[in-house]
């Protein structure tokens, strides 16, 4: 059955494996934000000793120097070993710690937001090569065609002419014209046969399968905004590479914020409990229990805390510049690939006149040569041209289809959504929920 290229850009979104790799890495960084609503959370631990203790321990009696009954030793000696063991839980809670745990659940968040929006960038990515590569084969796949076309008529040719030049009707210039003209023709056919095994290779590797009978597609710049300064609007707010920028600069603000935490006094509250049974001899059983509160006041820690505020400021300002150099790229990309997509038009018509023209030329110098009107090289002449106006049109019908995928690309609209791509949808989402509130748990949400 035919493919349409729908169906080839939904195996490629379901199937790559750029892509998948990418909503791997969105995966890794959704593990971010627990990691960092960890530090609202208490830590808890579990102690516990066993051993053997051997003690020999010898004193004065009567440390004070008093004088001693008589027959009294001034020593006492405890001497014995027991076997001592104890267990106990403490938890520690952190109360205050210059509002960073808060910023770095903050930047965890935005760097999710940020990762979305790169595997928004991997997409259109994806989806640009497929739809590209699946008019590449089906350029070559044509070209293949119109070369062994091409090799099939100068074959007859040079059988006429060489009869001719048998009946003295041509010379021996004419059948060299020939044979010159077919053994160009059989080097295009098997350059022609390299550059589609190329494309087909390529298609498996993008789209997961061998290309199979693929039907002719349509330009898609219908769902693109009617107008360029619309299309520049749009771009400027929907294009992932802008929006990725963007919360580049809130994780930047952020990471300041962690910075000047530092300089903040942090505020925590642990508690023990812990029981020891056979602590010393003649002693059989202790429980101890605490709960205490620890204010750290950072002074001075030798100014590394300083510089690392103002590495992160520098950081801020190099985000800022950054998303205007990217919005200026964008706005040319967008302008760029609407005036790509207003030539791929124009030069496609041009193409058809041309094969039209070309055709006519061939089939009346074809009549004119056979009333003596015309050379064998005329002919030559207009079959090649006619060759390479076939060729000019398949590419021009292949650049046609190409940019208005461009131009979707450019605004930030080339996704399954829009193209209606028969394939279900990836939602970042699921993941992030199932990870965001977890306490516990070594297993991944699909089992691993």
Known sequence: MA??????????????????????????????????????????????????????????????????PAGTSPYTILKGTTTPYSYGISVQQNLFNGFQTANKTRTAESQVLAGREGLRVMEQTVLLNAATIYMDVLRDTANVEIQKSNVSMLRQVLGETKKRFSVQDVTATDVAQSEAQLAAAESALLNAEYNLATSKAQYESIIG????????????????????????????????????????????????????????????????????????????????ASVLGQLNVPLYQGGGEYSLIRQSKETLGQQRLSLDLVRNQTRALVVQSWSQTIAAKGELQKAQVQVSAAEAAVNGVSKELRVGERTTFDLLQAQQILVNARVALITAQHDRVVASYNLLASVGELSPTTLHLPTQLYDPMVHYQQVRDAWSGMRTPDGQ
């Open 3 to 68: 493919e349409p290229i729908e169906a080839a850009l939904g195996r490629a979104y379901r199937d790559n494996p750029q892509l998948n790799a990418q909503r791997a890495q969105l995966r890794v960084t959704d593990e971010n934000v627990p990691q960092a609503l960890s530090g609202y959370r208490p830590k808890v631990g579990l102690t516990a000793t066993v051993g053997e203790q051997h003690t020999n321990l010898t004193e004065l009696t009567s440390p004070s120097g008093a004088p001693l």
């Open 209 to 288: 399968v061998a290309p199979v009978d693929l039907r002719p597609a349509t330009p898609v710049e219908r769902y693109a905004p009617p107008t360029l300064p619309t299309a520049i609007e749009v771009g400027s707010r929907l294009n992932p590479n802008i929006t990725s920028a963007m919360y580049g600069i809130d994780v930047a603000y952020l990471q300041v914020k962690i910075a000047q935490g530092a300089l903040y006094p942090s505020l925590s509250v642990q508690g023990t409990v812990q029981q020891i049974s056979e602590p010393a001899i003649g002693e059989t059983f202790q429980f101890n």
